[in-house]
C-alpha cells in the first residue's frame, strides 16, 4: 500500500480490550492460527520482545495439538540487533528458534531475519526488501510496541516513508531490552524494516499488555500521525487491529 508521507488518510483500527495479559495473547495467536488455517502459504511478519512470548507458546502449543501446520508459512521478523552472532543467546534469531521455529513444522530456509552481520548494512536492507517482495509481500504482521511508541526497532523520530536500514537504539530501549541479554551488552544498533516496510503489510495486528505501554497506546490511537510516536503511523493503515489488556488500555482515550 503506497503511503504518503504528507497527507495520509487517517483510519480508524479495531480494537479489541482484554481481561489481562494472557487472554490478549491468546487472542493473538488465534488469529494467526485462523490466518494460517486458511492460507497455508502466509506469508507472516513476526516480532519479539517478552509481550510476544505467550503468543509463541499458544503456537506452539497449537502445532503439538494438531490444531495447526507451519509448513507453508514464510516468515520475515521485523528487526535484528547489528554485530550479534545469530547464535548469540540476545539475539532475535536465536529467540525465534527458541521460542517458536525448533518447535514447529515452519522449513527453517523461509524463516528470515535481517542480517545484522552484513559488512554492507545498506545491500543487507534492501536484499531484506527484496526477499519480502519476492514472497508475495507480507499477509499478517504482528507487531509489539515499545515503551516510547517504537515498532520493530523504529525509535521516535523515524519517517514514515522509512525502509528497512540500520538505526541506533533510543537509550530507554536498550535498558528495557538489557534484561534479554545475561552480561546486559545490549547492541546499541540494529536493522529493522521501517515504518514504510511495516505499512505494505497486507494486515497489522499489534499487541500490546501492561501499563508500561499505556502512554504509548494513547499516543498511538490519538488520532494523529507524529513522528514522536512511531506507532501513531498505522494510523494510516486500513487493516490494523490492536489488541490490548486493560492496563494497556488504561489511559486510552
Ligand atoms: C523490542 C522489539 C520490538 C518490541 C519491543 C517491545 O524493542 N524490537 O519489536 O515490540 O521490544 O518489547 P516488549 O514486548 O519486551 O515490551
Redesign the pocket.
Known amino acids: 500500500m503506497p503511503v504518503s508521507s504528507t497527507t495520509p488518510v487517517i483510519h480508524t483500527p479495531a480494537r479489541h480490550v482484554m481481561e489481562n495479559s494472557h487472554a490478549a495473547a491468546e487472542r493473538v495467536a488465534r488469529s494467526i492460527i485462523e490466518t494460517v488455517r486458511q492460507k497455508p502459504r502466509t506469508v507472516l511478519g513476526l ?6 512470548e505467550p503468543v509463541y507458546r499458544h503456537l506452539v502449543a497449537a502445532h503439538a495439538g494438531g490444531a495447526v501446520s507451519f509448513a507453508g508459512v514464510t516468515s520475515f521478523n ?2 535484528e540487533y547489528a554485530n550479534l552472532a545469530p547464535t548469540h543467546p540476545g539475539s ?1 534469531r536465536s529467540t525465534m528458534n527458541r521460542l517458536f521455529f525448533d518447535h514447529v513444522d515452519i522449513d527453517p530456509g523461509k524463516t528470515f531475519l535481517p542480517d545484522g552481520q552484513s559488512r554492507d548494512r545498506r545491500a543487507a536492507a534492501q536484499a531484506y526488501e527484496a526477499a519480502i517482495v519476492a514472497a508475495g509481500g507480507i499477509d499478517l504482521q504482528l ?5 516510547n511508541g ?4 523504529n525509535e521516535p523520530g523515524s519517517a514514515l516513508s522509512s525502509r528497512t536500514r540500520q538505526v541506533a537504539l533510543h537509550i530507554s ?1 536498550i535498558e ?2 538489557r534484561g534479554f541479554f545475561a552480561d546486559g551488552a545490549v547492541p546499541a544498533e ?1 536493522i ?1 524494516m521501517g515504518i514504510g516496510t511495516i505499512l505494505e503489510a497486507r494486515r497489522i495486528l499489534v499487541l500490546a499488555t ?1 501499563s ?2 499505556a502512554a504509548a497506546v494513547r499516543s498511538a490511537l490519538y488520532g494523529t500521525i507524529t513522528e514522536n510516536c512511531p506507532a501513531s503511523a498505522l494510523l494510516a493503515h486500513p487493516s490494523v487491529t490492536w489488541i490490548v489488556d486493560r492496563d494497556a488500555a488504561s489511559l486510552m482515550a
Open positions: 516480532a519479539t520482545g517478552a509481550t510476544m521485523l528487526d532475535y507487531l509489539g510496541l515499545g515503551g517504537h515498532i520493530g526497532f530501549t528495557a531490552n540494529a529493522t501492561g508500561r505501554k
